[in-house]
């Protein structure tokens, strides 16, 4: 069986599993359970918080034939094939790789067929704000009377630079940084799960590492694993993270200070 990358392992397959974002999951929950779907929402927030990945759960959810509660059923046939990554009626666009021109007018296209198999076609449009002007204004009509089929997730680091006219069409989430709190209590959970040994330090070192993004955190705890031979301690995440340890830089002082040039050659 080929490595999975913890981050895409422990990636959440509903709502409530999703980590430190629940004014934007309680909200989007309720609105499934209402049938108040919008046609555009805009996710926004530091990369690594959740973003896409509440942009599948909510494909899957509005797709889903046994939805509960306004959850995905991740069991038939829409939610597996999206999961999968095989489902006709989910597209991604990555408007960072050649800025979206191609995919806006594909999109233009194609947007008034009707979904395949499920209800909605969803299009998750991540980095939107890296589209260009045109590509944009493509959008922007179909914005402005987007199909009853049609959901749009756009998602983006830097909301300041996604056009007004936009952003008035959209209904926007903020996702926030998530708190050290929270993240230490998933690497936990993921440690005890792969059962792996790393030292409280260690974790607390990683959680300031990763700055609030989940995805950070867990590929940083991956690569502690690779690169550790048995428990995870302080010096391991250092060394993967490149930086110095405090121990380090006080024997590295102390021998300056005492000019023990032979102790600082040890160190080097
Ligand atoms: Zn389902």
């Keep these: 069986m080929s490595y999975v990358a913890l981050y895409r392992e422990w990636r959440p397959q509903n709502f409530q599993n999703v980590v430190g974002q629940t004014h934007v999951t309680r909200t989007l929950l309720n609105a499934l359970q209402q ?50 990554g095989s489902s006709l009626d989910v597209l991604e666009i990555d408007a960072a790789s050649n800025r979206g021109i191609d995919e806006i007018r594909e999109l233009r296209e194609r947007v008034q067929y009707a979904p395949s198999g499920g209800r909605f076609r969803v299009y998750i449009i991540d980095e939107v704000h890296m589209l260009t002007t045109e590509a944009f204004n493509a959008l922007l009509k179909t914005l402005e009377e987007p199909p009853s089929h049609v959901i749009f997730v756009l998602a983006t680091t830097e909301a300041h ?108």
């Design 161 to 268: 630079k996604v056009p007004a006219t936009i952003l008035s069409r959209c209904q926007r989430f903020d996702f926030r940084r998530i708190t050290p709190a929270e993240l230490i209590e998933r690497l936990k959970l993921v440690a005890e799960h792969q059962q792996i040994e790393i030292s409280e330090e260690a974790i607390m070192a990683i959680v300031r590492a990763a700055e609030g993004g989940l995805r950070d955190a867990l590929s940083l705890l991956d690569q502690c694993i690779g690169f550790a031979t048995n428990a995870i301690t302080l010096e391991e995440v250092n060394q993967v993270l490149g930086t110095v340890s405090e121990e380090f830089l006080r024997q590295a002082i102390d021998g300056l200070a005492f000019n023990e040039s032979a102790r600082l050659m040890y160190l080097v």
């Design 35 to 84: 049938g108040r779907i919008s046609h555009a929402y805009l996710f926004c927030g530091p990369r690594g918080t959740g973003k896409t990945s509440v942009a599948k759960i909510l494909a899957k959810a509005v797709n889903c034939s046994e939805a509960q509660e306004g959850e995905p059923c991740n069991q038939c046939v829409s939610c597996r094939a999206i999961v999968e």
